[in-house]
């Protein structure tokens, strides 16, 4: 079997002198950053072609969309002209880029910068997806090995039971629906929650709880079933023959081994999250970039489509970079590669 | 229950608790009404106005020179007394109206403010409703009067006046173009409210000025006090929007007509008209006068009344509701509804057509879809082409003619004229700089139209518009369906009474 160490090594030992090489280049974690750091680059030069690309894709002339209805031909083509639309696409393609290193993200067709726009609504996108995600991780670890410890050995089977079906029919509902259902018992109902918006801090609660909520049940079942299986693995038992406490068997030989396989998963789960907060704006009116990007898309604001499309996109990356540095964090054979491992 | 479900148990519970229970339900505060714009106003240089909610924001932002009253009629704003004919005239100020900084409103800032508007740098595409085709000069006669020149005759300046873009905005924006347009200029605005923040997607906060005494008698006789503050949000979602009104964390806003029974206190607000055109370029069908009556007589105004508007709306009969001046009411001379007869004649069967429309009428393009329906079931072939409002204006107000044949046209009618609808279809075509999108070959139409703009006696005006009704509904230029309407709900304590059913959040009252 070959280590990571001589792998490593035998990528750079050709030619260059040993002691210029810093002691860190050869380590696997600068060879697994550096693997991360190229994922992320290309990924940005993907999302920048792609988001520049879409927009030409987008039927509608977004000269009549900022001049209005009742504007005339000649007044369009002078709005067109203001806008940049009748520059060839490789020149609006190289503004894009400079607009991106700029800072600004391009300006809107209607106020203001596109980074203006994404600097005051992505605070409330990211709130809401940010709490989503810090409940999901603790719920589901706290409900999904909590479950497995109270219903092991066939304990509890009414309890297992009804988590199973419970968490099922809760995550197979679409986040729009969950939305609703939550405004019809918290707000219209109960009358404790205001219905939408953001203008005050209760506002946050249901839109968190309607995201939240279904990862929190998907993910409570894959840590159920890791937990299931951890369990069942020698090492437990052996720990249990050393008659060591509950808490340090669950919480110091159970618990990494469990977040191992559930991170991996919660990786595409946030991804989506991210999504899911996007159609969870609509429902709740809710200020963030979700509905910033479907009213730029209405009116045709190209830039503001462009640039929250991107940020959006290299949010995604970067939270499953973190994730898979998590992942590498609590267990080193993450740091090889696919190819290696 | 063992020590450790126990603590599980209580885990739970705590965390239910901080996410739901330990937070207060919605805020109230009896200064402030919390509304909702469906979108973020583009801008808040009234000449630059695009969507509803521009115009919505501008009129509270800008007085301008003459307004429509409770009953329809045009009475003073910041103008006393006026004086028009169909090249213009003079307009007679009312004493102390101020801008928010206290500069005086008076006939040179008035001129300034109307040339700047109408000047072809400005590229306010609401210039041609408010003054015509013509060129236009604004100039101060002395401190109190304001004399307006029009090189080409428009007969509907009077209502052109009462339009929100030509609002009045004070020297301070106008020095300052880019700060007006986003809203940053304090001292730009002539209204009763001031913007004291502006945050995209999120808040848009007017403060009622104190200074303000500019009030139309109409608005003056309302019951309640003006509100000290409206905030708005921002939501498209005209559910949410009821749940919202429902629940206690708005106090105004704009909900499905199929919803208005969950609310005891509702506004209609008129917004434009919405009919069939039918473009009559070289190579439509429609050119076909008889196509277009069989057209006609498949739709109903009724029924598409009761799927759009769920019955709430108007059924009109001509380019405008029954309240405008001059409409027509005279039902015989709309095309007779007899769907069945032309599905007997197979009158349209196997005729070709491109369908265009936009998904904006009723519940998910119900309106588009329910003239399709009628169309189809008559034996149409029809491409149809259902897009939303950005790319529905591409095509149809573009200058591509050939590449529709028939659509369904809704107005924002800000001028509450007839002239708005009728201009569609009369007068030069798009591609040559007018507006009429129909194209029609109708010499006697545009004889009476010209007439209509040299004429300013309104008995005079009124006969002939009739007779253009007449001779467009006669020819089948257009098939009139109903008014285009927003129902609003209202929270317990508000008022709201639109003058003559027109959006106007100034006319909005909370009663102690």
Redesign the interface.
């Known amino acids: 079997m070959t280590s990571v160490h001589s792998t490593v090594e035998g990528r750079l030992g050709h030619g260059v002198p040993q002691r210029l090489i810093p002691a860190w280049v050869g380590t696997p974690w600068a060879w697994f950053l550096t693997r991360k750091l190229g994922t992320l680059v290309l990924s940005f030069v993907f999302l920048v072609i792609v988001t520049f690309s879409i927009v030409l894709l987008i039927?509608?002339?977004?000269a009549?969309?900022?001049?209005?209805?009742?504007?005339?031909?000649?007044?369009v083509e002078?709005?067109r002209q203001t806008l940049g639309l009748n520059d060839p696409v490789w020149q609006r393609f190289l503004t894009y880029v400079g607009d991106i290193f700029s800072g600004t993200l391009g300006t809107s067709f209607?106020?203001?910068t596109v980074s203006?726009?994404i600097a005051?609504?992505a605070p409330?996108t990211l709130v809401v997806a940010g709490a989503s995600i810090v409940?999901t991780l603790v719920?589901a670890f706290?409900?999904g090995v909590?479950v497995t410890?109270?219903t092991r050995n066939g304990r509890?089977t009414w309890l297992a039971q009804a988590f199973s079906w419970v968490t099922a029919v809760i995550d197979a509902v679409p986040v729009y629906v969950r939305g609703t259902l939550l405004?019809i018992l918290?707000?219209?109902t109960l009358?404790?929650?205001?219905?939408?918006?953001?203008?005050?801090?209760?506002?946050y609660?249901l839109p968190?709880?309607a995201l939240a909520i279904g990862p929190v049940c998907s993910l409570s079942r894959i840590v159920r079933r890791e937990a299931e299986s951890a369990l069942q693995a020698n090492y437990i038992r052996t720990t249990e023959g050393w008659r060591l406490s509950?808490r340090v068997v669950y919480l110091k030989y159970l618990l990494p081994n469990v977040v191992t396989a559930a991170l991996t998963l919660s990786g595409l789960m946030l991804s989506g999250m991210i999504g899911g907060a996007l159609v969870m704006e609509?429902?709740?009116?809710w200020?963030?970039l979700g509905?910033?990007v479907v009213?730029a898309i209405?009116?045709?604001d190209y830039p503001v489509i462009q640039g929250t499309i991107l940020v959006l996109g290299m949010v995604a990356v970067i939270i499953n970079i973190l994730i898979d540095v998590a992942l590498a964090a609590v267990d080193p054979r993450h740091l090889q590669s696919r190819s290696d491992a | 229950m063992n020590a450790?479900?126990t603590r599980?148990a209580s885990?739970?519970a705590v965390?239910t608790l901080a996410?739901?229970?330990c937070?207060?339900?919605?805020?109230t505060d009896s200064d402030t009404v919390?509304a909702?714009f469906s979108?973020?106003p583009?801008?808040f240089d009234p000449a630059k106005?695009?969507?509803s909610d521009d115009y919505y924001a501008s009129r509270m932002l800008f007085d301008t020179l003459l307004r429509y009253d409770d009953d329809g009629d045009i009475v003073g704003g910041l103008a006393e007394d006026w004086d028009f004919d169909a090249s213009g005239g003079t307009v007679e100020l009312a004493d102390g109206a101020t801008c928010t900084d206290g500069t005086a409103i008076d006939a040179a800032v008035v001129a300034e403010s109307l040339n700047r508007f109408a000047s072809p740098d400005t590229?306010?595409?609401?210039k041609?409703?408010v003054f015509g085709n013509g060129d236009v000069t604004a100039s101060a006669k002395d401190s109190n009067t304001v004399e307006i020149s029009l090189s080409e005759p428009f007969s509907e300046l009077d209502a052109g006046l009462t339009m929100v873009a030509s609002g009045i905005v004070c020297p301070a924006g106008l020095e300052d173009l880019d700060g007006l347009?986003?809203g940053s200029v304090p001292d730009a605005f002539s209204g009763p409210f001031t913007l004291a923040s502006a945050?995209?997607?999120?808040?848009y906060v007017m403060e009622l000025r104190d200074d303000y005494d500019m009030w139309p008698d109409f608005v003056s006789r309302l019951d309640g006090r003006p509100p000290e503050r409206m905030?708005f949000?921002?939501?498209?979602?005209v559910a949410?929007?009821a749940?919202?009104v429902?629940?206690?964390?708005?106090d105004v806003a704009g909900v499905s007509p199929t919803d208005t029974e969950r609310f005891p206190n509702v506004a209609l607000v008129y917004i434009g008209e919405q009919y069939i055109v039918f473009n009559q370029h070289d190579a439509s069908p429609f050119q076909d006068e008889d196509l277009r009556r069989a057209v006609a007589r498949t739709l109903s105004g009724e029924a598409y009344n009761e799927v759009t508007y769920a019955g709430r709306s108007e059924v009109e009969y001509t380019m405008g509701d029954s309240g405008m001046q001059c409409a027509n009411t005279d039902e015989g001379l709309v095309e007779e509804y007899d769907r069945e007869a032309v599905q007997a004649e197979g009158l349209l069967e196997g005729v070709e057509m491109v369908y265009s429309a936009s998904n904006s009428f009723g519940p998910n393009g119900i309106g588009a879809e329910y003239v399709y329906q009628e169309l189809s079931d008559a034996g149409a072939h029809v491409d149809y082409q259902i897009?939303?409002?950005?790319?529905w204006?591409?095509l149809v107000?573009?200058?591509d003619a050939p590449s529709w044949d028939i659509t369904l046209f809704g107005t924002?009618n800000q001028t509450n004229t007839l002239w708005t609808g009728v201009s569609r279809i009369m007068g030069a075509p798009?591609?040559d700089?007018?507006?009429s999108m129909s194209r029609a070959d109708n010499p006697e139409g545009e004889q009476l139209a010209d007439e209509i703009m040299r004429t300013t006696d309104q008995d005079e005006k009124c006969a002939t518009y009739q007779e253009l009704q007449q001779n467009f509904l006669e020819r089948v230029d257009v098939v009139p369906l109903t008014a285009s309407v927003e129902v609003f709900a209202l929270a317990d304590g508000i008022q709201y009474e639109p003058p003559n059913s027109r959006m106007d959040y100034t006319a909005v009252r909370v009663a102690d």
């Open positions: 039927p509608g002339d977004a009549r969309a900022a001049a209005g209805p009742d504007a005339s031909l000649e007044v002078a709005t209607r106020v203001g203006e726009q005051v609504r409330y409940i719920l706290i409900l909590g410890v109270l509890r405004i918290f707000a219209l009358g404790v929650l205001p219905a939408g918006g953001a203008q005050q801090p209760s506002s609660v968190i709880v509950g609509q429902v709740f009116s200020p963030g509905t910033s009213n209405l009116t045709r | 450790s479900s599980l885990v739970i965390l996410l739901a229970g937070v207060g339900g919605p805020a919390r909702r979108a973020d583009q801008s106005l695009v969507g590229q306010s595409g609401s041609i409703l347009s986003s945050t995209s997607g999120v808040e905030s949000s921002v939501g498209s979602d949410t929007n749940n919202e429902l629940g206690g964390s708005l897009v939303d409002n950005s790319t204006a591409s107000l573009g200058p924002v798009i591609e700089g007018g507006r």
